[in-house]
């Protein structure tokens, strides 16, 4: 089992930055392909970013790619996503999750990530 608890949401200002973490349990965390995904009031969740095990593959929305970067602390067991230029359609809750299954390829579609953290909610005022 893992577990995984996200931190940084909060209140921020059109043309913002933020950075959230995600801190995981595991011993073999560096095996784990992470990543965020994020859901906004009346939509579905969607993809926001992806990162593997060792860090060397990333992978990103259209909608926030050159503005958002995932990285990762294998020896904290903790993923992080740096939000630059932030604006009004990046308000959402932003779940971090968790693929320990061993799968090379790092996915962009939730269902295979089994692991998800509670969400962290981010809003941008104007």
Not at 70 to 93: E, G, Y
Request: hydrophobic fraction near 35%; charge should be positive.
């Amino acid at each position: 089992q893992v577990q995984l608890v996200e931190n940084g949401g909060g209140l921020v200002q059109t043309g913002g930055s933020l950075r959230l973490s995600c801190a995981a349990s595991g011993r073999t965390f560096n095996n784990y392909n992470m990543a965020w995904f994020r859901q906004a009031p009346g939509k579905e969740r969607e993809f926001v970013a992806a990162i593997s095990g060792f860090g060397p593959t990333t992978r990103y929305a259209d909608s926030v790619k050159g503005r958002f970067t995932i990285s990762r602390d294998n020896a904290k067991n903790t993923v992080f996503l740096q939000m630059n230029s932030l604006n009004p359609d990046d308000t959402a809750v932003y779940f971090c999750a968790a693929d320990a299954s061993g799968r090379i390829v790092v996915s962009t579609v939730d269902r295979a990530y089994e692991f998800w953290g509670q969400g962290t909610q981010v809003t941008l005022s104007s």
